[in-house]
C-alpha cells in the first residue's frame, strides 16, 4: 500500500512540474523588443516590459506593457506599484502612473515621463493581499 | 599583368578606406575641441524651431484673425481695471518680453520676475510655478491677479461692448455677440486670443542653431565658424557641468521645476512655495485641461494635470527657465536676484548645497569653474540669443 501511494504522490509531482515547466516555456517568451525584468524579491515570476514608444524621448510621456508569467492557477494579483527613480540624483518622476489590467496575465501604465536624460530604475511592485513581488529594470535615456 | 585584386585583398582596402574616414572625422571633430560623446548631447538641443502644432485646446488657435485680435488686445490697457496696464507693460517686445525689472510691477509690484512671452507655445506648464497647464488660462491669470491687472469677466466684457470694432470682431471670431451673461465665456475666450497671438512669438535661429545642425551633419567647416569660446561653453555645458540634465532639448529646459539654491522668502512672513502651491492651483483650476474650456473633445493634454503629483520636494521649486534669448531677458531667476549671466554662471559654480531642500536629492553640486571657464560658459549661453550682443 505504502508502495502504491508513493507511487501516486510521486506521479502527482512529476505532473505538476512537467505542467508548471511547459506553462513557464510556453509564456514566458518574450521576443524584442521586450525587456526582462529583473526580480527583486524571491521567489519571483518572470516577467517584462514593453515601453510605447519604444524609444523613450526625454520629457514626454510614455507607457508600459507589463507581463507577467504566472501559471494558470496562481491568480490575479490585487493591484500594482509602479514607480521609477534616478539612483545617482535620488529623486523620482513628477507624475503617478496609471495602472489598468489588459488581462489576466498583463497591466498596462500610462503618463509615465522621465524628465531628465540619464540612468532610471523602474520599480514595480504586484501585491496578492500585502505581499508584494518585485522587479527592477534599468533604463538609459539619452 | 597584375593579378585581379583578391576578396582579401579587398576586405583590407575597404577597412583601411574606412578607417582614414573615420580619423578625419575624428581628427575634425577634435579640432572643435568636441568628441563625439560631446557632439551627440549637442545635437539633441535642437532642431529649432521644433514642429509648430496648433493647440487643440483652443478652437482660435493658428487663425489669422485670431492672431490679429489677440495682438489688438495684447496692447490695449482698458483690459485692465483701472486702464492703466496691458500685457505689453510687462512683456515689452523691444525687452525680449520681459520688463527688464527685478519683481514685476502690473497695478502693483508682485514677488516674482516676469517670465518672457516667446516661445510659450511649447510649454507644458506656465508660469514659475506652473500653476496652469495651457497658455489661455495663463493668459487670464494676468487679467485677473490684483496685482497684474485687477480685473475681471464684466469689465472685460463691457470694454468689448463699448468699442464698435472690438465688438464686431469678437462676434465674428467667436460667433456670438457680447452679452453681459457671459462674462466667464467672454474671459475664456479672450485668454484664447492672447494666446494664439502670444503663439506666433517663436525665437529666430540663432549661432548655436546653425552650429548645431552642422555637428548634426557632419559639416566641419560650418561648425568651425561657432567661436571658439563658445565651443569651449558648449562642452562645459553638456559635459561637466552636466547643465543639459536640466536645460536640455531644443528650447534648453526640461519645463519642469527645480530647487536652484534660491531663497523662496519673499519678506517677513511671507514665502513663495512655488511648485507646490502652483500645483495645488492648478488642480483646483476652473479652467485648466480637463475643464469644460478645453475645445479638445479628447482633452488629450488633461493626463498631466490630473498625474502631476504634489510631492514635499516642491516646496521652493520653480520652473527651469528656457535658455534661449536671454541677452534680453535679465535680471534672471524667479525673484530677479541675479543681474547678469555671469553671476547666474557663478552662483552655480559656487553653489552652496546646504540649502538646497531636495530632500537628500543629489542633482547641483559647485562646479568650481574658473574664471576663464566661467566667461566660456557665458560665451555659449549668449549663442543662444537671437540678439548676441
Known sequence: MRTVSS???GGLVAIAGFATTYASTIACDFPKPWSRLKPVTHPT?????LTKPTKITVGEPFSINVRICAPPTTGNFDRWTIEATMPAHRHGMNYRPVVQRRDSEEIEATGLVFHMPGHWQIDLAAYRGDEPMRWALDVHVK | ???PPTSGSASIATAL??????????SAAEGLLLNPEVIERLVRHGPWPPKLVNDASNRISGRPKGIAFGEKLFFDRRLSIDKSVSCADCHQPARGWTDGRRIAKGLAVGIRNTMPVVNTRFNRWFGWDGSNDNLWA???RAILAPNEMGANGHHVAEVLAADLVLRKEYADLFGEPISPKRAETILVNIGKALASFQETLVSARTKFDTFRDALERGD???AARYPRRARRGAAIFVGRGKCNVCHSG?????GEFHDAGMPYFVRPGQVDAGRFSGITRLKASRWNLASRWNDDPTKRGAWASRQVMKLHRNFGEFKIPSLRNLTRTDPYMHNGSIATLHDVVRHYSEIDTERLHGDGER???PLRLSPPEINDLVAFLRTLSEHDE
Open chain 2, 17 to 26: 578606406l574606412t578607417m582614414l574616414i573615420a580619423s578625419n572625422v575624428t
Open chain 2, 220 to 222: 566641419w567647416e560650418v
Open chain 2, 250 to 254: 531644443p528650447m534648453f529646459t526640461s
Open chain 1, 45 to 49: 515570476l518572470p516577467g517584462a516590459l
Open chain 2, 138 to 140: 495663463q493668459s487670464m
Open chain 2, 363 to 365: 542633482l547641483l553640486r
Open chain 2, 1 to 3: 599583368m597584375m593579378a
Open chain 1, 7 to 9: 507511487c501516486l504522490v
